[in-house]
């Protein structure tokens, strides 16, 4: 996708970073066939990356068990606590517990794949920000952006983008992180995540309905801009009908997100890509051409010297 050569035109070396492992599709919910976040999610994914000759072009980066001194950057350790503790419950166990949540699902190996798909994430950042790679895609399950501190929510344990961003910034002394969400959902556990830091810019462009899309929270609207010192860095783009194509997304982009991010100036951009906004999609009902996605990606690149990274989020697989 955002593959390059090196100029040493005998040896091309990829700068692209890729983020799959098969592992991660162990995770389902055993009592409802239903709901999207499945592994075939994934695996749809990968197999079109493969069919596009694309992997061979991509630097390989493995995902490895993030450590609980990486989760705590945003979750608590009663919240790691308790994810840990359902690798030991039974399937009615699990059945119950996820009722206590919204669009949540619980597996006996949800939370070593959660540590898995943010391990790596946090890895594929790491190698964009030091040069090692100059961009990269994760392609993972399960999902983060809607994890809050202390709340699972919508099919999301651990916040991926938010951990990941988090441990640049302590890690390189990074001081202005971009992270554009444009899954049809509002990426609400990022928004509170950052909501007073000025040091990270969250736009977040989702179906909103005048509040009657979830998450259902008043927070989603766009008056709800950042507090203290994070005030004006907190962008949220509520789209109050379905059915919105290329030309109103491209819109957003070149008169609100654009105009924002270079005036920012980003050291670094992360993406939670959820491609639910895409035509056909029947959660999203917006009518976005996959090839469109694409052209925010080239949009994007500019920015930060190209230092891009796209994390999967949740998205339609076939059934």
Same mark, same amino acid.
């Given at each position: 996708?955002?593959?390059?050569?090196?100029?040493?035109?005998n040896?091309?070396?990829?700068k692209?970073?890729?983020?799959?492992?098969?592992?991660?599709?162990?995770?389902y919910?055993?009592?409802?066939?239903?709901?999207?976040?499945?592994?075939?999610?994934?695996?749809?994914?990968?197999?079109r990356?493969?069919?596009?000759?694309?992997?061979?072009?991509? $630097? !390989?980066?493995?995902v490895?068990?993030?450590?609980?001194?990486? #989760?705590?950057l945003?979750?608590?350790?009663?919240? #790691?606590d308790?994810?840990?503790?359902?690798?030991?419950?039974?399937?009615?166990?699990? +059945?119950?517990?996820?009722?206590?949540?919204?669009?949540?699902? *619980? %597996?006996?190996?949800?939370?070593e794949?959660?540590?898995l798909?943010l391990?790596?994430a946090? !890895?594929?950042?790491?190698?964009?920000?030091? +040069?090692?790679?100059?961009?990269?895609?994760?392609?993972?399950?399960p999902? /983060?952006? %809607? =994890?809050?501190?202390?709340?699972?929510?919508?099919?999301?344990? @651990?916040?991926? $983008? =938010?951990?990941?961003?988090?441990?640049?910034?302590?890690? %390189? /002394?990074?001081?202005r992180?971009? #992270?554009? !969400?444009?899954?049809?959902h %509002? +990426?609400?556990?990022?928004q509170f995540?950052?909501?007073?830091?000025?040091?990270?810019?969250?736009?977040?462009i989702?179906?909103?309905?005048?509040?009657?899309?979830?998450? @259902?929270?008043?927070?989603?609207?766009?008056?709800?801009?950042g507090?203290?010192?994070?005030?004006?860095?907190? *962008?949220?783009?509520p789209?109050n009908?379905t059915?919105?194509?290329?030309?109103d997304?491209?819109?957003? *982009?070149?008169?609100?997100?654009?105009?924002v991010?270079y005036?920012?100036?980003?050291?670094?951009?992360?993406?939670?890509a +959820?491609f !639910?906004?895409?035509?056909?999609c029947?959660?999203?009902?917006?009518?976005?051409a996959?090839?469109?996605? =694409?052209?925010?990606?080239?949009?994007?690149?500019?920015?930060?010297?190209?230092?891009?990274?796209?994390?999967?989020e949740?998205?339609?697989?076939?059934?």
């Open positions: 996708m955002m593959a390059e050569n090196n100029k040493d035109a040896r091309p070396i990829s692209t970073g890729l983020v799959y492992e098969e592992k991660l599709t162990r995770h919910c055993a009592w409802n066939t239903s709901y999207t976040e499945k592994p075939e999610r994934i695996q749809e994914c990968y197999s990356i493969q069919q596009l000759g694309l992997v061979e072009r991509c $630097v !390989d980066v493995p490895r068990p993030a450590r609980d001194e990486e #989760i705590l945003c979750h608590s350790k009663k919240h #790691i308790l994810l840990k503790e359902t690798h030991f419950m039974t399937t009615e166990q699990l +059945g119950n517990f996820s009722r206590s949540y919204d669009y949540v699902y *619980f %597996h006996k190996t949800v939370e794949n959660a540590r798909a391990g790596g946090i !890895d594929l950042v790491e190698q964009v920000v030091t +040069g090692k790679l100059q961009n990269g895609m994760a392609v993972i399950r999902p /983060g952006h %809607h =994890a809050m501190s202390e709340e699972y929510s919508g099919y999301c344990y @651990y916040n991926n $983008v =938010a951990v990941a961003a988090k441990t640049a910034m302590e890690k %390189h /002394g990074l001081q992180v971009l #992270i554009l !969400d444009w899954d049809v %509002h +990426g609400q556990g990022t995540a950052f909501y007073d830091d000025p040091s990270v810019l969250f736009v977040s989702h179906r909103y309905e005048h509040g009657m899309e979830w998450p @259902y929270l008043r927070e989603s609207d766009y008056d709800y801009i507090e203290g010192r994070g005030r004006g860095f907190n *962008f949220n783009i789209l009908e059915g919105c194509d290329n030309s997304y491209l819109s957003i *982009f070149f008169n609100l997100l654009l105009p991010a005036e920012f100036q980003p050291e670094l951009v992360l993406v939670s +959820g !639910d906004s895409a035509i056909g029947p959660e999203g009902e917006m009518s976005v996959p090839a469109c996605f =694409a052209h925010f990606v080239q949009l994007l690149k500019p920015l930060a010297a190209g230092k891009l990274v796209l994390l999967l949740v998205s339609t697989a076939r059934a």
